[in-house]
């Protein structure tokens, strides 16, 4: 049960507790009142009948009534009082008000029919009742109106900071008014802002550790060249291809967080052609299966560095035998391994956190890489462990695929 339902619930529900209060109060004031009134009126009547019993006219009293209730009787025999009794079935079914008193040894009443009183009592809860439906369904709209409104304000509010947790640093919540909602926006503004500039700040020391590094690397890799053939000269020179290869991506990471650096050089290519050329660049043993090819227009450099990553992530991570699938504008490396983990299935590659199918396998920059070219692009990059076992990665190259 969402938010807005519970809200206009207990709105409509709160109109109904007040309106069954009012109604039952009314209730008994009222009924209070008409018995108070009619009491007053037999009592009245009752004492003209007495004045006129004792002056020997017929006035209209019931002597000695054989009907007169027995608590009525026990309160005037016992001493010389007047009171009223109303019994709710006077024999016919309907109300009556006794008045009642004793005169000499003679009990001497009065009856009246309380009928219309009744009636009137029972039109009366009738209203009510119509009123506080009235008043309930009246709730229940304000109700939802109410919980609307709030509820659009939270949502966009929880929309925009899903779109903030998705990577789209610069959107922000427009709060308005003072109350706890706008002060929630504002409180989404200030972390999103404090995200941005942490992120900010790490992208540009990052940048800078690669950029001091380039130099020594340079030189160690000219140093390399000069040392004399041999064992320690290839594991000196394959360290040193490792570190270039590690500044290189990580300059390219720095590049790709900053919007409007790098920017496609589009032309028109197909899609059979991409494949082959991204599997001779990343070299070693790739099948490349072209089911259907068709004409894109994309940057072809970009699209096959999205493609060898994808096959050296594939090589180091998976099993043989990777392959390349190509399907119209969709393309798709496929290996046989462990699959992708979940954390990555469901949150995407994420900078220094590995890709790998076991821990402690690199820094996770080479599908880092992956989508940040891809934005660039404005290709469609997804990761799914098929049902026959491996790991899958799909490029869309189709316009407005993202």
């Known amino acids: 049960m969402g938010l807005r339902t519970k809200t206009a619930l207990v709105i409509a529900g709160t109109a109904a507790i007040v309106a069954t ?22 009592d009245a009547r009752l004492v003209e009948a007495v004045g006129d019993y004792a002056a020997g006219t017929d006035g209209g009293a019931l002597v ?20 009223t009794f109303l019994q709710r079935d006077g024999g016919s079914g309907a109300p009556v008000l006794w008045a009642a008193t004793r005169s000499g040894h003679d009990v001497l009443a ?17 209203v009510l009742l ?24 939270i949502a966009a509010s929880a929309d925009t900071a899903q779109r903030i947790a998705d990577g789209d640093l610069t959107d922000r919540v427009r709060p308005r008014g003072t109350d ?26 990052t940048a800078d550790i690669a950029h001091e590094l380039r130099t020594p690397v340079a030189g160690l890799v000219t140093a390399v060249g000069l040392l004399p053939p041999g064992r320690p000269a290839e594991l000196v020179s394959g360290g040193v291809d490792t570190l270039r290869s590690l500044v290189e991506n990580v300059l390219e990471v720095a590049r790709l967080d900053v919007p409007g650096v790098e920017l496609a050089q589009c032309e028109e290519i197909r899609t059979g052609a991409l494949a082959h050329r991204a599997a001779a ?48 504008a969709a393309l798709r490396v496929r290996d046989h391994g462990p699959g992708f983990p979940a954390e990555l299935l469901s949150h995407g590659p994420r900078r220094f956190r590995t890709g790998a ?13 992956v989508s940040g070219q891809a934005r660039v692009l404005d290709a469609r990059v997804t990761y799914e462990n098929p049902a026959d076992g491996g790991a899958a990665a799909v490029v869309d190259l189709a316009p407005g695929s993202p």
């Not at 299966?289 to 991570?317: C, F, G, K, S």
């Open 357 to 369: 199918r076991e821990r402690g396998a690199g820094i996770g920059l080479g599908l880092t890489i």
């Open 180 to 205: 706890e909602i706008a002060r929630l926006g504002a409180a989404v503004n200030t972390m999103a802002d404090a995200l941005s500039a942490r992120l900010e700040a790490e992208r540009q020391v």
């Open 110 to 126: 009065v009856r009246r029919s309380y009928a219309p009183q009744a009636r009137a009592l029972a039109d009366l809860d009738r």
């Open 64 to 83: 000695n009534p054989p009907d007169l209730p027995a608590a009525l009787r026990r309160t005037v025999t016992g001493r010389p009082v007047r009171a």
């Open 21 to 42: 209060l009012i109604g039952l109060l009314v209730h008994q004031l009222t009924g209070e009142d008409q018995r108070r009134n009619a009491a007053r009126a037999a």
């Open 130 to 153: 119509g009123s506080g439906a009235s008043v309930t369904a009246l709730g229940c709209v304000l109700g939802v109106v109410a919980a609307a409104g709030v509820g659009r304000r």
């Open 281 to 328: 660049s990343a070299g070693g043993d790739v099948e490349v299966v072209v089911r259907r090819e068709v004409a894109v227009t994309t940057d072809p450099r970009r699209v096959e560095r999205v493609l060898a990553n994808l096959i050296t992530n594939a090589r180091l991570h998976g099993a043989p035998p990777v392959t390349l699938e190509v399907d119209g």
